[in-house]
Structure formats: structure tokens, C-alpha cells
């Protein structure tokens, strides 16, 4: 164990030397380029909750024509009076408004932490959350299909949605490929469980060394000392 020769202070130097200048500034999650678009995705995201999302029946559309992305997710969260023009059930206007909507919010706020304290979250996160939204325009998009019946043949989902559809999967594949061009080799240092199986030491290459050293030395004491063989008297 005397023979390690690993010590944190390289390490540490290492990782502070890989986050600096030393790396592509156009890696860095700060980077202005990510950072603008950061903000401006969030607020086309925002600006699209309102604008028309989706049509309402025929039999309300007199009263109420149309639903835009917030009036969908309150219409979801069970809100008077939107909730009385979906024609859907408690449960319905779940996954009518709040499924399609609530990762839509979130990802939002995350583009905007993004953009105000880009080193607090991963880049993965955002594509994570992304990929959610997106699935969620696609389904409902499904759900209108399944009511083309009751909104004689017109397809409910509007122009809204597929902006937001369209922003969501642009996101998604930006900030997948920052991570991957550049950002992956950043925050596997700075999180504590990756960082712990990168830099701790190798015990196992440390005790083969000793036991190595001590084969060595069992080998030299078996072997017979010259002068004994040259002190003997020759007959």
C-alpha cells in the first residue's frame, strides 16, 4: 500500500484544468449560442400555450370555438367553464388537457434555468423533458383522431399544437447534440456519483504491485547465497 502514488491533488487539478479554458468554449453549457437559444425556445414555447390548440364540438362551437394551450390544461385541471366544453369526462379532461400540456410547462421552465444558470441541470434533462412534450403533441394529435366522429370528419388539433410539436422536437435534437459533441465530457466531473467511479484510486492494481514485490522477494530468499557454495572445501 506505500507504493500507491495516487493522490487527489492532481485530480482535482485535472478537473478544474477541464473546465476552464482549456476545453472549446463552444462545449460549455454557458456559451452564449446556447444561451440565447435556451431563452428563445422557451418563450416560443410560452408564447404557444396562447394560440389556438385545439377545436371544440360543433354543439359548443358557437359559444366557445376554440381551445387554446393554458385553456386546455385548465379544461384538464377540472377548471369552470372550460371544462364544461370538452365533452369528456372528469378523467377525459386529464388526458385531454393536463397529460399534453404539463410537460410542455415543464420544459419550459427548464429552458429558462437553462438559460439564467446554464451549469444547473444536464443538457440530457432538457431532452428528457423534450422528448416528453413531444410525445404528449403526438398523442394528442391520436386523441383527435378518435374524435373525428364528433366533430364531423374536422381534425380537432390546430396550428398551436403543431408549433409546439415542431419546437419541442427541434429541442430535443439541439440540446442532444450539444451534450453529445461536447457537454458529455463536462458533467461526468462534476457529479458526484460519476466523478467518485472515475477518480477513485485502483486498489486492485495496487495490490498486485505489493504482491508482486513480495513473489520478488521470497524468489531471492530461496535462492542459495555465492558464498556459501565458494566457502565450501573442495575435496
Do not use: C
Amino acid at each position: 500500500m506505500a507504493l500507491r502514488s495516487d493522490s487527489p491533488a492532481p485530480d482535482a487539478a485535472r478537473d478544474d484544468a477541464a473546465l476552464s479554458g482549456t476545453v472549446d468554449g463552444r462545449s460549455l453549457p454557458e456559451h452564449t449560442v446556447k444561451r440565447v437559444t435556451a431563452a428563445v425556445l422557451a418563450v416560443v414555447l410560452l408564447v404557444t400555450l396562447f394560440v389556438p390548440w385545439w377545436l371544440t364540438d360543433p354543439v359548443v362551437r358557437l359559444e366557445f370555438p376554440v381551445f387554446a394551450g393554458w385553456q386546455l390544461f385548465a379544461a384538464g385541471l377540472g377548471i369552470a367553464p372550460f371544462a364544461g366544453y370538452t365533452g369528456f369526462s372528469v378523467f377525459g379532461n386529464v388526458l385531454l388537457g393536463v397529460v399534453p400540456v404539463l410537460p410542455l410547462l415543464v420544459l419550459i421552465a427548464l429552458l429558462v434555468v437553462r438559460a439564467t444558470k446554464p451549469r444547473a441541470l444536464p443538457g440530457t434533462t432538457i431532452v428528457l423533458w423534450a422528448v416528453f412534450a413531444f410525445l404528449a403533441a403526438i398523442w394528442l394529435v391520436v386523441l383527435g383522431w378518435a374524435r373525428l366522429n364528433a366533430t364531423q370528419g374536422e381534425h380537432p388539433a390546430t396550428w398551436g399544437l403543431l408549433i409546439a410539436t415542431i419546437v419541442s422536437l427541434f429541442t430535443a435534437t439541439a440540446f442532444g447534440n450539444w451534450w453529445r459533441l461536447g457537454e458529455k465530457s463536462l458533467w461526468p466531473r462534476r457529479g458526484g456519483l460519476r466523478l467518485g467511479a472515475a477518480e477513485e484510486p485502483n486498489d486492485g492494481d495496487a495490490l498486485t504491485t505489493e504482491q508482486l514485490l513480495q513473489a520478488l522477494d521470497e524468489e531471492d530468499a530461496a535462492k542459495p547465497a555465492p558464498d556459501d557454495e565458494g566457502d565450501k572445501p573442495s575435496r
